[in-house]
């Protein structure tokens, strides 16, 4: 598998343990890149003042490589006040702007697991797992931040399973 990591904002550690990280579990080939989207305003919603993520990725078009984009963008679905990520097929976003720790709080390692919670949890919707009930799993639907902070950052072991079908 071969996996575009298209980071929105330049954080090397972050870029460097993330490729790691989704090389390692995915067994994929994992290329990073550096670039703010273009042509994205169609998908803002001036009144949420937040982005479609829906909207985003389908003035994106389509791709032909698993491309995973991570932004500091607020992103929402419809239905929903806001959403940590979206992967509907092979490319899909993540979105740090609720998953930085407060200031006062700031803790680097705690940041970084989130992301790559988050990250680790919208491959495998591109890879076509759905949200999991097991306890734990990366693959849990997280409603806020301190369910992201509950799961783990792996897949339970019938996640796993069907990953490697």
Same mark, same amino acid.
């Given at each position: 598998?071969?996996?575009?990591?298209?980071m929105e904002?330049?954080?090397?550690?972050?870029a460097?343990?993330?490729r790691?990280? @989704?090389?390692?579990?995915?067994?994929?080939e994992?290329?990073?890149?550096?670039?703010?989207?273009e042509?994205v305003?169609?998908?803002?919603?001036?009144?949420r003042?937040?982005?479609?993520?829906?909207?985003?990725?389908?003035?994106?078009?389509? /791709?032909?490589t698993?491309?995973?984009?991570?932004t500091?963008r607020d992103?929402y679905?419809?239905? @929903?006040?806001y959403?940590?990520?979206?992967?509907?097929?092979?490319?899909?976003? /993540?979105s /740090?702007?609720?998953l930085?720790?407060?200031?006062?709080?700031?803790?680097?390692?705690?940041y970084?697991?989130?992301?790559v919670?988050?990250?680790?949890?919208?491959?495998?919707h591109?890879?076509?797992?759905?949200?999991?009930?097991?306890?734990?799993? /990366?693959?849990?639907?997280s409603?806020?931040?301190?369910?992201?902070?509950?799961?783990?950052?792996?897949?339970?072991?019938?996640?796993l399973?069907k990953?490697?079908?």
């Amino acid at each position: 598998m071969r996996l575009i990591l298209l980071m929105e904002f330049n954080d090397a550690v972050l870029a460097e343990m993330l490729r790691d990280r @989704l090389e390692k579990v995915f067994k994929a080939e994992v290329s990073v890149e550096v670039k703010r989207l273009e042509n994205v305003e169609s998908s803002f919603n001036g009144k949420r003042r937040q982005y479609n993520a829906v909207r985003l990725l389908e003035d994106l078009g389509p /791709v032909d490589t698993y491309t995973l984009i991570l932004t500091d963008r607020d992103l929402y679905v419809p239905g @929903l006040n806001y959403v940590f990520g979206y992967a509907p097929g092979m490319k899909g976003l /993540v979105s /740090v702007y609720r998953l930085k720790p407060p200031k006062l709080f700031y803790d680097e390692n705690l940041y970084f697991l989130r992301v790559v919670k988050e990250c680790l949890h919208e491959v495998g919707h591109m890879l076509g797992l759905l949200h999991c009930k097991t306890p734990g799993c /990366v693959m849990n639907f997280s409603n806020n931040v301190f369910e992201v902070d509950l799961k783990s950052d792996s897949f339970c072991s019938k996640c796993l399973a069907k990953l490697s079908t």
